[in-house]
Structure formats: C-alpha cells, structure tokens
T-cell receptor
Framework: ETGVTQSPTHLIKTRGQQVTLRCSSQ?????VSWYQQALGQGPQFIFQ???????GRGNFPPRFSGLQFPNYSSELNVNALELDDSALYLC?????????????FGEGSRLTVL | GQNIDQPTEMTATEGAIVQINCTYQ??????LFWYQQHAGEAPTFLSY????GLEEKGRFSSFLSRSKGYSYLLLKELQMKDSASYLC???????????????FGKGTKLSVIP
C-alpha cells in the first residue's frame, strides 16, 4: 500500500508567479484535501475534492484552485503569488466512508515566495 | 465557527507522563483528532474521539468531554522520540456534502529531556 506522495518537495517562486503542486492519494482513498501550514501554526484547510469536484472550501481566495483526476490524484494551483503564500502545503487523503475518516498526510511541498 | 486552544510549548522528562490539553468552541461536532508532527515531517494520526471518555492506544491515551469542550492527550513512559508538535483538530458536524475538513489548533511543541 503506497502512501500519499507530493511533488515537488521544495520550490522557490517570486511574487506574481503561478505554482502547481501535485499529490497522489493513498491507494484506495477517494477524497483528497489540501492544507496550508505556516511556520509555527497548525494546518489550515484550503479545500477538499471528492469524485473530481470541490465539496468543501476554507477561507482562501479564488486564486487558490484545484483539480482531482479520475485516479484520485490532485493538483493545487496558486496564481498571483504573494509573500504570505510562503508555507508548507500538505495534501491529505481519506476514505469518505467507513472508519474514522482520518486524514493521511503527504510530506508536503514547501513553497518560498520571494 | 470553531476555536481551538492548546499550550504552545511543554517540556517533560524521559520516562515521565505528560498531559497536553485542548479546549475548543464549536457550533457543530463530529469528532476530535490528535496528530503528531515531527519537525519537517507530515502530521501522523494518533487518536480519535467522538464520544465522551478515554481511548487508550499503547503509550498514548486521549480523553474527550463534549459538554466541557475539552480534550487531552496523555503520553506515558516518555521517550526522546516523542519530542514533536501535537496537534488537536476538530471535525465539524457532517454537513451532508461529505466534507471531512479538520480545523487544527496551533499545536503544542513537546520537548522531552533526559
């Protein structure tokens, strides 16, 4: 059973640029969520995808967007990057039915915006 | 909305017992989670409570009182490898949209000293 994998692990962008982060869900999981974790803070919910549709969104502007593909992998896109977007971006997968619905996190993509 | 409070930092001695508290206010409740996060790594699931009482899992136990908006994580026989951040997270009441989003606290950084 493969875990959640994310790419890239680290990247540096400049203000105004766009970035795409990728995530492969854990085998058998059909729901993927994205979280932003600033230094010294807990993760903050960005949005969640189920059956290729967004079905929950946190307090993030529309320049944060995402996709889920038929194989349950996902992308997070951020446009018009701002300095405050510098953070660890975590992808988490879960199974919508059964169990506790606990989240399984990937190692994250650390984004630095200069 | 939801609000979660937990201590920022704690220090405990190897072999000892430590209790990390979490208090919360929420308009809906569908479970409380504890995650462990080592520096630079992904959060990993520790425990889940949805009913009042104590859940025990090896050296780790978690307690929940829904009427008091209170939970704690108890770590016994502390080991150096337990040095990490411990995140308390709430899941809001099931909305019917299938959203399993979690609201995290800022985390408690535990340092285990010899």
């Amino acid at each position: 059973e493969t875990g959640v994998t994310q790419s890239p692990t680290h990247l540096i962008k400049t203000r105004g640029q766009q970035v795409t982060l990728r995530c492969s869900s854990q085998s058998g999981h059909n729901t993927v969520s994205w979280y932003q974790q600033a230094l010294g803070q807990g993760p903050q919910f960005i949005f969640q995808y189920y059956r290729e549709e967004e079905n929950g969104r946190g307090n993030f502007p529309p320049r944060f967007s995402g996709l889920q593909f038929p194989n349950y992998s996902s992308e997070l896109n951020v446009n018009a990057l701002e300095l405050d977007d510098s953070a660890l971006y975590l992808c988490a997968s879960s199974h919508r039915t059964g169990g506790t619905g606990e989240l399984f996190f990937g190692e994250g993509s650390r984004l630095t915006v200069l | 909305g939801q609000n979660i409070d937990q201590p920022t930092e704690m220090t405990a001695t190897e072999g000892a017992i430590v209790q990390i508290n979490c208090t919360y206010q929420t308009s809906g409740f569908n479970g409380l989670f504890w995650y462990q996060q080592h520096a630079g790594e992904a959060p990993t699931f520790l425990s889940y409570n949805v009913l009042d009482g104590l859940e025990e899992k090896g050296r780790f136990s978690s307690f929940l009182s829904r009427s008091k908006g209170y939970s704690y994580l108890l770590l016994k026989e502390l080991q150096m490898k337990d040095s990490a951040s411990y995140l308390c997270a709430l899941r809001a009441a099931y909305s019917g949209a299938g959203s399993y989003q979690l609201t995290f606290g800022k985390g408690t950084k535990l340092s285990v000293i010899p």
